[in-house]
Nanobody, 118 residues
Framework: VQLQASGGGLVQAGGSLRLSCVASGSIFNINAMGWYRQAPGKERELVAAITGGSNTIYADSVKGRFTISRDGSSNTQHTVYLQMNSLKPEDTAVYYC??????????WGLGTLVTVSS
């Protein structure tokens, strides 16, 4: 499975960004995709995740501001989006796309940097 993330950038506080991640390759049995982030000096943390049945989970810090969605209609790729609204400086981090594949495999994309200026 290859994960290609895009959409990061510099935005002012209160602004919005939309991240995209395309999963390609051996995508069958991918049962969840999500976004993690890692800020300087901090551990990587889960931001949001979505299952094939569209069940979602969010970090408390982003609830009500971020929305995760996915497009699994293609047979050759899956796409997951992270719509980020009302961004705060503390959202500044490298954001990583993640895919979980049955039975117990995990895949990571290269990160995309999100910088929120105050």
């Amino acid at each position: 499975v290859q994960l290609q993330a895009s959409g990061g950038g510099l935005v002012q506080a209160g602004g919005s960004l939309r991240l995209s991640c395309v999963a390609s390759g051996s995508i069958f049995n991918i049962n969840a995709m999500g976004w993690y982030r890692q800020a300087p000096g901090k551990e990587r943390e889960l931001v949001a995740a979505i299952t094939g049945g569209s069940n979602t989970i969010y970090a408390d810090s982003v609830k009500g501001r971020f929305t995760i969605s996915r497009d699994g209609s293609s047979n050759t790729q899956h796409t997951v989006y992270l719509q980020m609204n009302s961004l705060k400086p503390e959202d500044t981090a490298v954001y990583y796309c993640n895919a979980m594949k049955a039975p117990n495999r995990e895949y990571w994309g290269l990160g995309t940097l999100v910088t929120v200026s105050s």
